[in-house]
């Protein structure tokens, strides 16, 4: 089964989550990649980085991103700003690799589904984040 969620859903979803004071933009750039779009202040540009998907798993989601210096010292600082907002059991983020690592199984509103569910792939099309989900096996949900 595939489940998708549009650009502007994630983009609301991200701004309630911390408040109004994250909005991100996403654009298409590939079947693994979006670029990420974020502008901190209203007199300065927006930054931009390109986020790619590296590994998909019901405990680990591996996503990659390529930054000048100036970037990622906002981005270090949009992490620190936000570790108050997101717990660092659910998010990694590691500035000295350009990695971040979500983990969906620490999410208490996925431990649920994600007992029934196999994420299998996420990647990216014009507008939305998609997700192929497989059913597991329920022999073992039973015993």
């Known amino acids: 089964m595939i489940i998708t969620i549009n650009y502007n859903e ?3 979803i ?9 909005n991100l933009d996403f654009c298409y750039v590939n079947y693994d990649t979006v670029k990420v779009s974020y502008k901190p202040v209203a007199f300065l540009p927006a930054v931009n980085v390109n986020v790619q998907i590296k590994k998909v798993g019901n405990s680990k989601i591996i996503l990659s991103y390529n930054a000048n210096n100036a ?11 936000l ?16 990695v ?3 983990y969906p199984d620490k999410v208490e509103q996925l431990h649920k589904p994600l007992e029934m569910i196999a994420l299998q792939q996420l990647y990216f099309e014009e ?3 998609c997700t192929k989900l497989k059913f597991k096996s329920t022999d073992h949900i039973h015993k």
């Open 10 to 12: 994630l983009k609301e």
């Open 14 to 22: 991200i701004s309630n989550r911390t408040n109004g004071k994250v």
């Open 83 to 98: 570790d108050s907002n997101i717990p660092e059991e659910i998010i990694e983020l590691d500035t000295t690799n350009q």
């Open 100 to 102: 971040v690592t979500l």
């Open 71 to 81: 970037i990622d010292m906002v981005i270090r600082g949009l992490a620190a700003f």
């Open 127 to 129: 507008g939305k984040v």
